[in-house]
């Protein structure tokens, strides 16, 4: 028995067009990378990055509530952290051309769970209008002592 497949040019022609699509598509993507480093936010406490900028997207690490000046913690307990770490990431995402408005997704670390609504009345106050996606979870230990890590991803919007 002798079975041939023969294909017209017209059943080619979706699989070529999606080909040339991903091509297209991917031509667009940029590949830039840039640190983000700056003196008005704390310095990394290991070796990474305090924001790493690829393409549109920014990705902020993990930012503990340490006033730079001092390399201390913000004396206060949690609310005092989340507003300095707020302050951090504000000064990062201005060095990059952002601001919160461009933040779309966050994680915050607490040490006590218990602490949720204490570091939400602060977080609620930075994100009025269309807030970015969360996670919360509670975690064993964070560095230096800390009750709180927030950190962010935010892409530049095209106006």
Known sequence: MNCQVHQTPRALFIP???ILIMIIGCAHVSTSRRIISISTAPAALGSYS????????????????IEPSSG????????????QIFSSCKAIL??????LSDVVQVQ?????????????????????????ARATVAVAGLAR??????????????D
Not at 72 to 83: D, F, H, I, W
Not at 114 to 132: A, V
Not at 145 to 158: D, F, S
């Open 16 to 18: 070529v067009i999606c």
């Open 108 to 132: 915050v670390f607490l040490i006590d769970i218990g602490d949720f609504s204490k570091m939400n009345s602060i977080y609620s106050t930075y994100f009025q209008k269309n807030p970015p």
């Open 72 to 83: 201390q913690l913000a004396e206060g307990g949690v609310e005092a952290e989340t507003k």
């Open 145 to 158: 002592g800390a009750r709180i890590e927030i950190m962010m991803t935010a892409v530049k919007h095209r």
């Open 50 to 65: 305090q924001g790493v900028m690829s393409g549109e997207t920014l990705y902020l690490s993990g930012q503990l509530g």
């Open 94 to 99: 201005t060095e990059a051309g952002l601001s």
